[in-house]
């Protein structure tokens, strides 16, 4: 007998990135399941102002606290899964997933898996400087045995700046995307032979096809990994 896929239950941050987890989630669920059909989604943010305002003062339980709320409304609207399109404040995921009231999956583990899968060996990280100075992929590669590498210091602010002031606004502008090309080209020096696009904004600018390095896309991996377990009925 058929049983329904599981329910995905999505704690937003940005919206670009939130977007786009959810605008695969759809497609691709369509292509895997038939036309027009997909899991069943649930989606809940609180403002992007409020998690900024804890990353800016290093308060990653007052971060935790936003994403079990979050987490908690979710659960209660049926979800039976959760993930977060968001690299950065995956920090603080750890605080809470043995109080969380689903299971979650975790978006550098997926990524990880993929690399690992794919054969690569050094991974450069990109996204915002908190998410590029922080633990969160570092972990999870060294899980798997894969080595990587941060951008410079400069062009962490590089970085933060173009998502912060630009992508998570939907701005797109050239200059903008040749200077994230060039952070790309420098990794790839640094012995890097793929990047992860650790914003979940970064894949509506930066593919395999513009890059000097093939490109990680944490947020379709993510939304893939959930279409898996929410069509093979199994929660993480």
């Known amino acids: 007998m058929n049983t329904a896929p599981l329910h995905i239950g999505i704690v937003a941050c940005s919206a670009e990135g939130a977007a786009l987890c959810y605008r695969t989630l759809c497609a691709e669920g369509a292509r895997?399941?038939?036309?027009?059909?997909?899991?069943?989604?649930s989606l809940h943010?609180?403002?992007l102002a409020d998690y900024v305002a804890c990353l800016d003062r290093g308060d990653l339980d007052g971060v935790a606290a936003l994403m079990l709320s979050s987490a908690d409304k979710l659960a209660r609207a049926g979800a039976d899964f959760l993930i977060c399109p968001d690299n950065t404040i995956h920090q603080a995921l750890d605080r809470i997933v043995a109080h969380a009231p689903r299971p979650w999956l975790h978006i550098a583990a997926e990524v990880a898996a993929v690399a690992s899968a794919r054969?690569?060996?050094?991974?450069?990280?990109?996204?915002?400087?908190?998410?590029?100075?922080?633990?969160?992929y570092p972990g999870k590669l060294g899980d798997r045995?894969?080595?990587?590498?941060?951008?410079?210091?400069?062009?962490?602010?590089?970085?933060?700046?173009?998502?912060?002031?630009?992508?998570?606004?939907?701005?797109f502008e050239p200059a903008s995307v040749a200077r994230?090309?060039?952070?790309?080209?420098?990794?790839?020096?640094?012995?890097c032979d793929a990047v992860v696009l650790g914003c979940t904004e970064l894949p509506l600018v930066l593919n395999d096809n513009n890059c000097a390095l093939p490109t990680l896309d944490?947020?379709?991996?993510?939304?893939r990994a959930a279409l898996d377990r929410a069509i093979n009925g199994r929660t993480p």
């Open 180 to 191: 994230l090309q060039g952070i790309v080209d420098r990794l790839k020096d640094d012995g």
């Open 119 to 136: 054969g690569y060996r050094r991974i450069g990280i990109l996204g915002t400087h908190w998410l590029v100075d922080s633990g969160v």
């Open 218 to 223: 944490s947020t379709r991996i993510l939304a």
């Open 145 to 171: 045995g894969l080595d990587y590498a941060r951008p410079t210091q400069e062009d962490r602010q590089l970085l933060g700046r173009i998502i912060m002031d630009e992508l998570v606004y939907g701005v």
């Open 45 to 47: 943010t609180h403002s």
């Open 32 to 41: 895997r399941m038939g036309p027009h059909a997909h899991p069943e989604i």
